[in-house]
């Protein structure tokens, strides 16, 4: 998989979207393996990004809080010692988790692991720092 297009027509078979636009695909993650999990989701999005407007790359990134209900320094510290994926931003109001993919030769598991280990330390994120399950 080399290429936007065949990475959306995965996306598409493989989880369920609830946004599609040009450029940008929305999927939630269920979760439920445990009774401290099950009936939460996370929102996922998946863009296309341009780097130096020549390299086609895929970024993933979910929020999982709002910046003002949260300590910042023990979200960063928790994510320093605790996360192998990804890197904590600052959007708008809300903290974010992302990580980003060349998709030059892009195989299938380096995509899906990223997107699951994401996906996954949101929601744990979010479930730790907040209690709830809004993204």
Same mark, same amino acid.
């Given at each position: 998989?080399?290429?936007? &297009?065949?990475?959306?027509?995965?996306?598409?078979?493989?989880?369920?979207?609830?946004?599609?636009?040009?450029?940008?695909?929305?999927?939630?993650?269920?979760?439920?393996?445990?009774?401290?999990?099950?009936?939460?989701? /996370?929102?996922?999005?998946?863009?296309?990004?341009?780097?130096? /407007?020549?390299?086609?790359?895929?970024?993933?990134?979910?929020?999982?809080?709002?910046?003002?209900?949260?300590?910042?320094?023990?979200?960063?510290?928790?994510?320093?010692?605790?996360?192998?994926?990804?890197?904590?931003?600052?959007?708008?109001?809300? %903290?974010?988790?992302?990580?980003? %993919?060349?998709?030059? &030769?892009?195989?299938? &598991?380096?995509?899906?692991?990223? %997107?699951?280990?994401?996906?996954?330390?949101?929601?744990?994120?979010? /479930? /730790?720092?907040?209690?709830?399950?809004?993204?």
């Amino acid at each position: 998989m080399a290429e936007w &297009n065949d990475l959306v027509a995965y996306i598409r078979q493989t989880y369920r979207v609830i946004r599609d636009d040009p450029g940008e695909i929305r999927i939630r993650v269920l979760f439920g393996d445990d009774a401290e999990t099950t009936g939460r989701a /996370q929102v996922v999005v998946i863009a296309r990004e341009i780097f130096d /407007q020549r390299e086609d790359w895929v970024q993933i990134a979910t929020p999982f809080a709002r910046v003002d209900e949260v300590d910042l320094l023990t979200v960063l510290s928790e994510v320093g010692q605790t996360l192998v994926v990804g890197g904590l931003v600052v959007m708008g109001e809300h %903290l974010v988790l992302r990580h980003s %993919l060349p998709l030059l &030769n892009l195989d299938l &598991n380096e995509f899906t692991d990223p %997107l699951e280990l994401v996906a996954g330390s949101a929601e744990l994120l979010e /479930q /730790q720092f907040t209690g709830r399950d809004d993204y």
